[in-house]
């Protein structure tokens, strides 16, 4: 096969704006949360220190009202908030077709998403309909590190009992993508939903793509 994936090998796929177009839900998920905390966060500090990552992570690292709350119940409650919009979500334009088309020429898959369990089924199941064809799910409660750290990542890999050299893996965010190179994976697709190619490519992607239309990432069919 010529193209973006290689024949054989395993497919790694972020989940939140690379499968599915859900940052506007999560925009609102944390908006209702500053709100709560009398907490101002503009739209650049968004998108550095918050977007694409686990709540609880983020929750820590960023200064806040929130300082001596227990961060672990804070990304439950964000979690809970965030469960009651996920029938806003929109498909990334190609996603369904090219999960079938992937599972159907033998390739194994996986979702690495830095949400938590709950929220990955229901998109995965009522949204992208893509549950028999996705052998594995890493989530936020399944890491000690979200993304930037590779652990997620390097997770899905051992448990394919895969090569991160060998796999080809999709990515929206900057954090998202600079995971993937420290997992050392060997083929970094960068979807243009939130971030532009230059930030994409500056974080280490190897080619971007405005999107998930099979025809552009895949060759002919064996």
Do not use: N
């Not at 227990?70 to 999960?99: I, R």
């Amino acid at each position: 096969m010529t193209g973006t994936v290689p024949d054989g090998a395993p497919v790694v796929f972020d989940l939140d704006g690379t499968l599915v177009r859900s940052e506007h839900v999560h925009r609102r998920t944390w908006a209702r949360f500053f709100a709560e905390w009398g907490a101002e966060v503009d739209d650049e500090t968004y998108r550095h220190r918050f977007m694409g990552r686990r709540a609880a992570d983020t929750l820590r690292e960023v200064d806040g009202p929130w300082r001596d709350a227990d961060t672990d119940e804070l990304a439950a409650q964000l979690a809970g908030h965030g469960s009651a919009l996920a029938d806003d979500v929109d498909v990334v334009p190609g996603a369904p077709a090219l999960l079938r088309s992937l599972a159907g020429r033998g390739h194994r898959l996986a979702v690495v998403t830095s949400a938590r369990r709950g929220w990955a089924d229901r998109v995965l199941g009522d949204v992208l309909d893509a549950v028999p064809l996705v052998e594995l799910v890493v989530t936020a409660e399944d890491v000690v590190r979200g993304k930037p750290d590779p652990e997620g990542y390097l997770t899905a890999c051992r448990r394919l009992d895969a090569d991160p050299a060998g796999c080809v893996a999709f990515e929206d965010s900057v954090a998202g993508v600079s995971s993937l190179v420290a997992a050392g994976m060997g083929t970094i697709v960068g979807v243009r939903t939130t971030a532009g190619d230059a930030e994409l490519t500056a974080a280490g992607a190897h080619r971007t793509v405005p999107d998930l239309t099979p025809g552009r990432l895949l060759g002919p069919a064996a």
